[in-house]
């Protein structure tokens, strides 16, 4: 009696759990990272390409990691707006108006260090998947990726704190 009582919960209970929050949409999500994948593969990086376009007037230079992490050292020249704080508004006051503005993203994973303020994270979890996506959902399509990993005492990186 007990499983017929269990299944019988189940079924009750399956409806309430299909009714998805209107204001999450997982299977958006899963589609537009299936459209972005192609389009991140094309713009990955080498880091002296990174740095030449980050160079480059009007470019972009976006650090999504946290605040904190971002205090304790970033590269020269870096913005930050941390991915947690990502919306429609607070993109359009940093990036601005234009939405094809050329944005360069980088993350822990792209520092061979692991240590603070760059701890590697998952490969599967690299911040640089999420910021390449949600940057692209909110419809900035200009966006490059650093594909190496560096040293962040390296000079070339131009590391600097505060």
């Known amino acids: 009696m007990r499983p017929l009582l269990l299944a019988l919960a189940l079924t009750i209970a399956t409806p309430a759990f299909a009714q998805a929050n209107p204001q999450i949409d997982y299977p958006a999500f899963e589609a537009l990272a299936a459209r972005v994948a192609p389009q991140r593969a094309a713009r990955l990086l080498a880091f002296d390409a990174f740095k030449a376009e980050a160079a480059r007037p009007g470019a972009l230079l976006l650090d999504a990691r946290s605040k904190d992490a971002f205090a304790r050292g970033h590269i020269k020249g870096a913005v930050n ?35 603070s303020p760059v701890p590697v994270k998952a490969a599967a979890l690299a911040l640089n998947i999420q910021t390449f996506i949600n940057l692209v959902g909110y419809g900035y399509p200009n966006v490059r990726e650093l594909a190496d990993v560096v040293d962040f005492n390296d000079p070339k990186v131009e590391w600097v704190t505060g």
Do not use: E, K
Request: hydrophobic residues 35%.
């Open 81 to 115: 707006l941390p991915l947690t704080d990502f919306t429609a508004d607070s993109l359009a006051a940093v990036i601005g108006p234009d939405t094809n503005r050329p944005i360069l993203i980088y993350c822990n994973n792209n520092f061979s260090n692991d240590q």
